[in-house]
């Protein structure tokens, strides 16, 4: 194995062929001989390159709708044989097969087949076999062939190429790692598709996670921890990762994780009237839903105005100037957006470590997918938590039914419980969060630490008793002992909304009736670990 390997012969086949004059400029420069399939055969003669088709090479002609051409000892002889190996050399002289140096090949688009929702045989026909082949081949026998896979390596290579004449050892390497890695990802995007898309199985015996690095982040969760950003390969939902960042430094790992709470909870709300969620690592402390974004701002950060500074903020609808101007009041991290208007963002200019994202449009809470935790050992993946409250599921269990508001601000606290860290307590009123509890150990200290925010909320806007008073108040899971509901009561909720479900239910329906509740039952709960 020698260090610079000369290019003499390169093999040609491209999918995109994005920078391709670039790349057959360089190499007719170097008098590198090209051979190459179809139409990338016929676009280097339409930019003036003599190119050798690769049935010429073999003396075997591309068959069967172009699905046979480059599966060939004198291709794969050319890309496989140990150049420094006699027997090699004699078996590549008494066949006739001639080395090949270069192979530049990317796949048959089958990432993007599936995304336009072609039909099946389509998507079939764009499954790659020749191209992988020929990856694999020269990315094995990198010692000796340099694999090009990716169009940003064009310009080191044509490097390499004018200043040596051929490609060193390094960067054969690296080029033969990132081969590997596409063909790694390209068979699990199939392997996928077949599991998921045409088995219909969920939880397949095999399961594979790709994703392309989209960045380096500055550090994880801690400066001692080293992180980056990837992007998934194949059908995904756009969200946080792929918004266009207007202004503001370079977002973090924990930016990004509060960011993604934050869009995810108000989501929930895409369909409904201007609303405000402010998350504070990872947990809302103040959410709201009002006639105006500003008024949904104002009344969102009044449920905890201390947790908020240093929070991410996330709106439904576009973002206005004036809201936009309250937002930067305190010292806020990341905004999130569906869009935000000119005002928005010059008021937001003044800001200049603030980010903004604009994601143009919401998630379907709805959607299916799954979700990855990692544990020692091994992976856990389940489905995504997209229950959905319909009015059939509610019972009440209460001698006292709720009222029409309550019935409101029932469905409002359990929505925004659903995203608040286990064990969670959540008291609205009006469409405010009043006191949100996250977390804590057991049920009854969660309900007591949100009272405990609402009354300091109460005391620092001068209301003459806090929101909790009169509100409804949501369990992500059930009340396991009445002690839970009766903190609940002692803060003045009149409402409650919960799943049910324990075995001392009925201690807990009768604590609800002697306080004078009213009690929903869901039948579903929304723990958050």
């Excluded at 002889?77 to 150049?83: D, I, S």
């Excluded at 409904?272 to 104002?298: M, Q, R, Y």
């Excluded at 998630?363 to 990692?374: E, F, N």
């Excluded at 057991?442 to 009272?451: G, K, M, P, T």
Aim: charged share 20%.
């Amino acid at each position: 194995m020698t260090d610079i390997v000369p290019i003499r012969r390169a093999l040609i086949s491209l999918s995109d062929k994005s920078g391709l004059e670039t790349l057959a400029a360089g190499l007719a420069r170097a008098g590198v001989e090209m051979v190459s399939t179809g139409g990338t055969a016929a676009k280097l003669r339409e930019l003036g390159h003599p190119v050798r088709d690769v049935s010429d090479h073999t003396g075997f002609p591309e068959m069967m709708d172009g699905r046979v051409k480059t599966l060939h000892p004198k291709v794969h002889g050319g890309l496989l044989a140990v150049r420094d190996n006699p027997d090699h050399v004699a078996a590549m002289e008494a066949h006739d097969i001639g080395a090949i140096d270069l192979v530049v090949v990317n796949l048959y688009p089958f990432e993007a087949t599936v995304a336009k929702g072609a039909p099946r045989d389509e998507i079939i026909e764009n499954i790659d076999i020749g191209g992988p082949s020929m990856v694999r081949s020269a990315a094995k026998n990198h010692g000796y062939v340099a694999i090009v896979t990716d169009p940003a390596d064009y310009a080191e290579l044509l490097a390499q190429l004018d200043r040596r004449g051929g490609t060193d050892l390094n960067f054969r390497r690296k080029l033969a790692a990132k081969a590997y890695a596409l063909t790694g990802a390209y068979d699990s995007m199939i392997a996928s598709w077949f599991a998921f898309a045409d088995q219909g199985q969920a939880y397949p015996d095999r399961r594979f996670i790709v994703g392309k690095k989209a960045q380096e982040l500055r550090y994880g969760e801690n400066p001692h921890q080293q992180a980056a950003l990837y992007l998934p390969m194949g059908p995904s939902t756009p969200g946080v990762a792929q918004a266009r960042q207007v202004q503001g430094k370079e977002l973090s790992y924990n930016n990004l994780n509060d960011a993604n709470a934050a869009l995810e909870l108000v989501a929930e709300f895409r369909d409904g009237p201007p609303t405000v969620v402010i998350v504070k690592h990872a947990n809302p402390c103040g959410v709201a839903s009002g006639d105006s974004l500003l008024d949904a701002w104002n009344q969102a950060l009044a449920c905890d105005s201390v947790s908020a500074f240093g929070g991410i903020v996330a709106v439904n609808r576009k973002l206005d100037g004036a809201t936009a101007e309250a937002i930067c009041d305190i010292f806020t991290e990341v905004v999130v957006a569906p869009d935000a208007d000119e005002a928005a963002i010059a008021a937001f200019a003044r800001k200049k470590n603030l980010r903004l994202l604009l994601t143009g449009g919401l998630p379907d809470p709805a959607r299916g997918g799954q979700t990855v935790a990692v544990i020692a050992g091994g992976l856990l993946l389940q489905d995504r938590d997209n229950g959905m409250l319909t009015p059939d599921m509610l019972k009440v269990v209460t001698k006292r039914e709720p009222t029409e508001q309550e019935l409101q601000d029932c469905l409002f606290a359990w929505t925004v419980a659903k995203h608040v860290k286990s064990n969670a307590i959540v008291y609205a009123r009006d469409g405010v969060t009043a006191g949100i509890g996250a977390g804590q150990m057991n049920r009854r200290d969660s309900a007591r630490i949100a009272a405990i925010k609402a009354r300091e909320a109460a005391e620092t806007y001068g209301w003459p008793s806090p929101r909790t008073v009169g509100s409804a108040v949501a369990s992500d899971a059930f009340f396991p002992f009445a002690d839970g509901l009766l903190a609940a009561v002692e803060a003045g909720a009149t409402a409650v909304i919960q799943p049910g479900g324990s075995i001392r239910d009925d201690e807990v329906i009768a604590a609800a009736d002697e306080a004078g509740l009213a009690m929903l039952f869901t039948g579903m709960r929304h723990f958050r670990h």
